[in-house]
């Protein structure tokens, strides 16, 4: 009994340090993040939660060491850069200023290979990688593909239609163009066709006249 009660404080000190501890926050909230259950902690590790939404790939990355200098160790290239500070040497605490993106699990290891892990998830973020609010203004890109496919039909159809209108316009005004062309050319002469006409039949006419004289002289 007296050894259960011993271990019991240790049991429930690795038992926080469980998968299933978490926290939320909103972008511009601080969390402290706890190594709980581990003796000597040496390091931290982030994997997200939503890794396409950073441009990055699945899987842990290092973002702390502890260091025999005192002053802990912050991977140059971690996303938390400027947000993300040790509250003490030991590296047990961590504080970070959080961002749309930062879901994830967090992981402090061990020298002995133990591990604590703390779940977090920032209001907001989700595989679809969009912030609170800004669902105003925006398309799903499932539903912005078939609405170009849409108007793409639209304006081939607009086009047939408008073509179409133009050809049977064009062939609609040949006949009336023929037929005022075969109503000019039978139209009768004009002053100028009357006066031709009577020097016609005048020339008709005086060779008769000019037998007429011949007989008579």
């Avoid at 593909?145 to 849409?150: E, R, T």
């Avoid at 023929?178 to 031709?196: F, V, Y």
Wanted: proline fraction near 8%; include cysteine; hydrophobic fraction near 35%.
């Amino acid at each position: 009994m007296a050894l259960v009660l011993q271990l019991l404080p240790l049991l429930l000190s690795r038992a926080q340090g469980d998968p299933g501890a978490s926290l939320d926050g909103r972008p511009g909230d601080r969390v402290n993040f706890s190594c709980v259950g581990v003796s000597h902690p040496i390091r931290w590790a982030w994997a997200p939660s939503f890794p396409a939404c950073k441009g990055l790939s699945k899987g842990r990355r290092p973002i702390l060491w502890a260091s025999s200098s005192g002053t802990p160790t912050v991977s140059p290239v971690q996303p938390f850069a400027g947000r993300l500070r040790a509250l003490d040497p030991s590296i047990r605490r961590l504080e970070l200023l959080l961002n749309a993106g930062d879901s994830g699990t967090f992981f402090c290891r061990g020298r002995h290979e133990e591990e604590s892990r703390t779940v977090l998830h920032v209001l907001g973020d989700g595989a679809d990688c969009r912030a609170p609010g800004s669902t105003h203004g925006s398309v799903n890109p499932q539903l912005l593909i078939p609405l170009l496919g849409a108007g793409l039909v639209l304006g081939v159809g607009a086009l047939g239609v408008v073509w179409w209108w133009r050809r049977s316009t064009r062939e609609s005004q040949a006949p009336e163009a023929s037929k005022g062309e075969g109503a000019q050319d039978c139209r009768g002469p004009g002053p100028g066709g009357g006066k031709g006409l009577a020097i016609g039949r005048g020339l008709d006419r005086i060779p008769e006249k000019s037998g007429l004289r011949k007989r008579e002289t």
